[in-house]
């Protein structure tokens, strides 16, 4: 229990003698401040529209980040006595702001002024509200604490009576169920409950029963009933008490209570009771917690918003229009040239300070896809082109497998073309390259994390450092396919020659091998720095130099030699001013041919950085841009279907794609994070699948001093590894190798 919640179970049961035995007027002014200010720390998350439900006052509140389309019709807690429409906007603020849903919340009439029916007449009017206004029985969820908890079951039950369609759910924290307070608990805790005594409880019982007596304007105690069995009876009709009521075919429940309240034993009554018919409820005792616990928000509670979140998720159903989009000019390849065995998918990952909490990173996940509607799709097929759709909610977040990048099917692109890996401390997203690129993927691994830390330890992230609001809607820059806005005059030629590649034995279950060079990233910015190129150029130049000397062993004769080239993704927003997140990148291919001579490494390094100094400049860059959104204005294209498309690109990628590279080498530069979140990223990583004619790729990735170099690979020779082994040893860099290959590999 943190310091904080330990100090609070103090105060209250330091007041719990004077709450006990005050008047109802001043119960009523405590709770209402309290609604007050439990509202006031989520009132910027959301909008209140405030009116009449025939002479109930009532307030719809609409959270700014609005994830599911269903509404929480919630009931306040208060002994049926306490509470106007300032203390259920309370809690009620919190339930849409931390859950993303609307919530309806009433005034409903208190006792003694108004004694059973009332509040439950009240209750079922604002249902009937609900219904009649364009929600359905499967998108309401009712939610109530204490004496609004008992209202949840009591309304089902009266709508069971009707024969009337229940709710999706009930969510009730700390529900008052048994009027009669029969249960055990109430003696075996009354100790060590630090907010609440049975005493009271009767108090609030014969106040909703039989009304109070009056003095002058004010009721002052409550009527009473002198007959106990009579008594006994009244307060155990399943209206009042819902305990003592058949709750069969009850919408699912989740049920919190805390482990040392006196009323613990009306929350296990109904569960147990619920699942005896063959219903369906979950129940969280949580220990040393007591009456209400989760309308305080403590941090060390925030799972419990999680499961709320989740048992929504679950019970709910999504009812909105989903948005559509036409792919990027670069994307419309990656469809295309996918095969049986290879689809171009691309990986990033975040290793936290501590094991991640998957029922937490789900839920993160559900708030973060609708910040992302570009990426948060999944790929349909249309007549003439192939184009993007919103998923109606977050993928289940999957468990990791022997290696990364496993193939991503075409069935499962078109139900969703990313997937989110939770292993230990490590969360990774392996995207579909026709969404996004790495800038745009890496921007959405951020916020995830920045979300996560959030609902799992209340950090609120600064939105910096590419990690983005949740609560802002995204801009049409952020959404725009940025080719054709930034193509040239001129259409830049595409012949080049083809290039060398390693070959091998094929894995025959389709196995990657991941390596990963662990290097300083100072060290190596000092080598970059003596010879005058930049870390980019260093690298491309160090595998060019690597893949010259296996050449060699290969083939013999220096005539027969292929040109060596690395292709470089090219983020063209450092060069064009666009915040789109969707592909925005090109390509160079700096290299060498062996044919002409040999090289030092030290004559390719300057070469390398000479050849990408010429090619990446904005006219060069927006001419290269016009050859590829050329292609798309022929009319001809325009009108072929997409098999022929296909067919065509196809081709195309298989005649100027990778044939003019040896592999790729992608560097995503270094990662900045806000301090707030650097201090639980311990590790990130970028990954690039293998080519679909090549056995290999390569990526970078820099975070704090660390410098992670990946090659993977699908055979099972690691001959590039062991010759790149050996050029760091001579060029002196020191490097620590991890790999998940298999053993006893030659």
Known sequence: MRPFTKFLRTQLGFFKGFISSCSLETARKNQDRLGKLMASMHKADVTYDDFLIGEMEASFITPKDEVSKGVILYLHGGGYTC??????KGFATM??????????????????????????????????????HGYGPESIVLCGESAGGGLCYSLCLKLKE??????????AISPWTDLTSSGESYEINKEIDPSMTKERLQYYADFYIYGGDKKGKKRTRPLTNSNSEEDLAQKSAPLISPAFGDLEKMPPSLIFVGGDEIMLDDATRVHKSILEKGGKSDLIITPHMWHGYVLYGLKENEG????????????????????????DNAAKIYPASRTRAWSNVFRLSATLDEKIDKEIMQSALDVTVRRFPSIAVRLKTGFFWYYLEEIPKAPDIMNEKPYP???????????CAFRVIVYENRVAVEFFHALTD???????LKTLVAEYLYQRYGIKVPRQDGILDRLEEPSKEELEDSFPKYAGPVKHPRMEETAFKIDGKAEEDGFRTNTTFIMSASQIAEEAKKRGVTVTAYFVALLIYTNMRLQEKIVKNP??????????????????????????VLYVTPGIDPRYGEYTFDEICKSVYHQMNLEITPKNMSARIATNVGNEKSMLLKLAPLFLKNFVMKLVFNAVGEKKSTFTLSNLGVVALPQEMAEHVTRMDFLLSVQSKAPYNSSIITYGDKMYLNIIRNIKESVLERELYATFKELGIKVVAESNSRTNRR
């Open 83 to 88: 509470g106007d429409l300032d203390y259920a």
């Open 95 to 132: 339930l849409s702001a931390k859950c993303g849903i609307k919530v309806l919340c009433i005034a409903y009439r208190l006792a003694p002024e108004y004694p059973y029916p009332c509040a439950l007449d009240d209750c079922a009017e604002a249902y009937g509200y609900l219904l009649s």
């Open 162 to 171: 009707k024969s009337r369609v229940m709710p999706a759910g009930i969510i």
């Open 304 to 327: 419990d918003f999680v499961k709320i979140r989740k048992f929504i998720r679950d019970n709910v159903p999504l009812q909105k229009k989903l948005k559509w989009m036409s792919l």
């Open 405 to 415: 990048l496993s193939r991503m099917v075409f069935d499962d692109i078109r139900k």
């Open 438 to 444: 790495g800038n745009g993927g890496l921007v959405f």
């Open 559 to 584: 005539k027969r030699r292929k040109p060596l080239k690395i292709l470089i993704p090219v983020n063209l927003r450092k060069l064009f001013p666009s915040k789109t997140l969707r592909n925005f």
